[in-house]
């Protein structure tokens, strides 16, 4: 059954492209509340969350380290509690590390495998259950349009997991169709990173075209129960260039 309000739960919602998914949806409907999942930007949630109690916009916070991959079961039930329902679920919280392939050590490897894909994919299995009940749901993937398409040098286990959420979203799709749509969405150089990777981004399509059109296209995909199985990069066409 399709909602007008819908619950929204956002990954890494703290900074970067999770702050700014919360503040445009809240912008384009005043029905949508929001779960604020963080791991340590506590204050920047809180922060958030007060922007958008001064719009009228209910938003709970929830703290949560995904390394703890064997607690996220627990999570996701605490999750719904919040509201009693999540309608939303965007796996946005991800990490971003350079390092060459031989110094990459098998804990290396399973930090970024455990934030970046197994966390989305446990808790894509979760929440889909009560969706399934409910005959409605959406989950949106982030990915990284370069990252998969066109990967890096020095980042072979990164583009690995967001390889690994793109044919994720594509085998979820299948399994929870027709009534829960699995799509998603894959920025560009839209923000420049916080760590040594600057030099990836000297030439960021940054600011507000690109954030916008990222928040555009969750909308598009939140709003519509015709898209599914779908992987829409969000570049400036930087993929085919």
């Known amino acids: 059954m399709k909602r007008a309000e819908k619950i929204i739960l956002v990954t890494g919602s703290g900074k970067r492209i999770g702050k700014e998914l919360v503040l445009g949806l809240s912008r384009l409907s005043q029905k949508y509340k929001f779960i604020l999942h ?3 930007s506590g204050k920047e949630v809180s922060t958030l969350i007060n922007r958008l109690k001064k719009r009228g916009i209910n938003a709970k916070p929830i703290q949560f380290n995904f390394m703890e991959t064997k607690k996220i079961k ?3 039930l605490k999750a719904i509690s919040l509201f009693g329902r999540v309608d939303v679920l965007i796996n946005n919280a991800s990490i971003f590390k350079p390092k060459k392939l031989h110094k990459i050590t098998e804990e290396d490897f399973d930090e970024m495998m455990n934030i ?3 966390s989305p994919f446990l808790l894509s299995k979760y929440i889909s259950i009560e969706m399934k009940k409910r005959k409605y749901g959406k989950i949106i993937n982030l990915s990284d ?3 998969v398409n066109k990967t890096w040098k020095n980042y072979s286990h990164y583009c690995t997991s967001k390889g690994g959420i793109e044919t994720m979203t594509k085998a979820l799709s299948v399994e929870l169709a027709p009534n ?3 799509n998603c969405i894959a920025p560009g150089k839209i923000l420049k990173p916080v760590n040594s990777s600057n030099s990836l981004y000297k030439k ?3 600011l507000d075209s690109g954030i916008k059109s990222i928040v555009n296209t969750a909308h598009l995909l ?3 129960d015709f898209i599914n199985g779908e992987s829409i990069k969000v570049d400036n066409g930087e993929s085919i260039t």
Do not use: A, P
């Open 145 to 147: 349009s370069i990252g």
């Open 180 to 182: 829960v749509q699995v």
């Open 204 to 206: 960021s399509d940054i």
């Open 74 to 76: 627990d999570f996701t």
């Open 222 to 224: 939140i709003e519509s």
């Open 116 to 118: 970046n894909l197994k």
């Open 38 to 40: 963080y791991n340590e």
